[in-house]
């Protein structure tokens, strides 16, 4: 703890300063406790035990939940508050946050190009070791097949570190789970609880970019960044695809 406290060193006498910093800090041990998390219900996924990985998801919503809670203190500044310090920052930028792209890759979201940040960093061969595991979707379309639902082969079989390709198979596999509900209980809890915590990474990455936009407005972003532009884009992403297609089939 006292190696934790001691990381706090402000470049500027800006008031605010400190409050960036460790709010930063908060944010970057979450994405790591998320990242445990969520490996541990795609551990359990693995293994069959879907209860278990219920009840770790249970509890990476309230992580999420604090997660989200750190935008409220950032979005509390004002552009000439943040300006203050903000020079001081130089190069850095999110891209740089390895905790969070490992949590973006369990999750599902691949893409080998985005490693590419990390190359220089001491824990590149951690996140491209990430990059090359399988994901909880991965992990959840795999139970899906071994309960008989049809989940195709070549879905199976996918390139894990390559950006996940949505399939009409997987929706229609997913419509089967939602009409029956009594014969895939807890399949129908799981898919659920995976929407839930997509819906709240959602929500993180929209109160981001407000947040930006109120501190930058359409400036670039931290460290050469393309700032709202890249967040805008990146919001309408949502993890698990077809959970999110079959609302409108099933």
């Known amino acids: 703890m006292d190696a934790l406290l001691d990381l706090l060193d402000p470049r500027t006498s800006a008031p605010t300063e400190p409050g960036f910093i460790i709010i930063s800090q908060v944010k970057e041990l979450l994405f790591n406790l998320l990242r445990i998390e969520f490996t541990a219900v795609r551990d359990r996924i693995d293994e069959d035990e879907v209860g278990e990985a219920l009840w770790v998801l249970r509890r990476a919503a309230r992580v999420q939940g604090l997660l989200q809670v750190c935008w409220d203190v950032l979005g509390a500044l ?3 508050e943040f300006a203050e310090f903000r020079d001081v920052l130089g190069s850095a930028s999110g891209f740089q946050s390895f905790s969070y792209r490992r949590l973006e890759f369990v999750l599902g979201n691949k893409n080998p190009s985005m490693v590419d940040a990390h190359r220089n960093s001491p824990y590149y061969e951690d996140v491209l070791a990430q990059l090359r ?27 894990p570190t390559k950006p996940y390709q949505a399939s009409e198979e997987v929706e229609r596999a997913w419509a089967q789970v939602y009409r029956d509900r009594r014969a895939h209980p807890d399949l129908h809890l799981l898919a659920e609880a995976l929407v839930d915590a997509a819906d709240l990474f959602a929500r993180w990455r929209y109160t981001h970019l407000v947040t930006v936009q ?29 959970l999110w297609a079959v609302r409108s089939t099933s």
Not at 139 to 146: D, E, H, S, W
Not at 214 to 231: D, E, F, I, Q, S
């Open 78 to 80: 004002t552009p000439q």
């Open 133 to 159: 595991e399988p994901s909880v979707y991965d992990a959840t379309l795999a139970l899906l097949a071994r309960r008989g639902l049809p989940v195709p082969a070549d879905v199976l079989a996918a390139d």
């Open 214 to 242: 109120r501190l930058l407005g359409t400036k670039p972003g931290t460290g050469g960044t393309r700032g709202v532009a890249w967040l805008d884009r990146i919001s309408s992403h949502r993890f698990f695809p077809e």
